[in-house]
């Protein structure tokens, strides 16, 4: 069965210091892969996704990861992060057979001013 | 575009009494899915809808928990009687069918007292 780690539970950083959330996930066939953040009391929101092709992906809000096959891993970078970044960010990818999504545990954005 | 509508936003219960919550999708997706995410954890799918029929109920504790999507439209997710570890942020969330992308609503919290 498919897994995702996401390797820090925290990861404090000061304001516009650059960041990246680490994620690796199990799987050594074809896969979608997602970063979504979550802000205090609210829902799940998409920052980007990894369908194929460049293995770069830019998201929203200045986000950005890169999709490396070889190392099963797609850590999300920001070079400067802002206040409003504060957040949980979670790392998910999809069994390709039913679209279902398989979480990693999140990781919480601490920003420190 | 509306996005994912759920109600309440906020529940509060003693256990073994019942709850239920709603969703209503983005228009046209025909898949719907209802998460349960633990404080600290990332999503965990209950329940997978296609139109009006289930696709995946494997991780839905059916002694307690129910879901229904009568019309392939709106769905509501039932708990009779709630238990303490039932406390959760309950999500909802839709995509076309076959698509490759996942829309989240606010989520409901539940806490069972």
């Known amino acids: 069965a498919q897994s995702v780690t996401q390797l820090d539970s925290q990861v404090p950083v000061f304001e516009e210091a650059p960041v990246e959330l680490r994620c690796n996930y199990s799987s050594s066939v074809s896969v979608y892969l997602f970063w979504y953040v979550q802000y205090p009391n609210q829902g799940l929101q998409l920052l980007l996704k990894y369908l194929s092709g460049s293995t770069l992906v830019k998201g929203i809000n200045g986000f950005e990861a890169e999709f490396n096959k070889s190392q099963t891993s797609f850590h999300l970078r920001k070079p400067s992060v802002h206040i409003s970044d504060t957040a949980e960010y979670f790392c998910a990818v999809s069994d390709l057979s039913n679209y279902q999504l398989i979480w990693g545990a999140g990781t919480k954005l601490i920003i420190k001013p | 575009e509306a996005g994912v509508a759920q109600s309440p936003r906020y529940k509060i219960i003693e256990k073994r009494q019942s709850v239920a919550f709603w969703c209503n999708p983005i228009?046209?997706?025909?898949?719907l899915y209802w998460y349960q995410q633990i404080l600290g954890q990332g999503p965990k799918l209950l329940i997978q809808f296609q139109n009006n029929g289930v696709v995946d109920d494997s991780q839905l504790p059916k002694d307690r928990f129910s879901a229904e999507r009568l019309k392939g439209v709106d769905s509501t997710l039932k708990i009779q009687p709630a238990k303490l570890e039932d406390s959760a942020v309950y999500l909802c969330?839709?995509?076309?069918?076959?698509?490759?992308?996942?829309?989240f609503g606010p989520g409901t919290r539940l806490t069972v007292l």
């Open positions: 228009s046209g997706h025909a898949t």
């Open positions: 969330a839709s995509d076309l069918a076959g698509g490759d992308t996942q829309y």
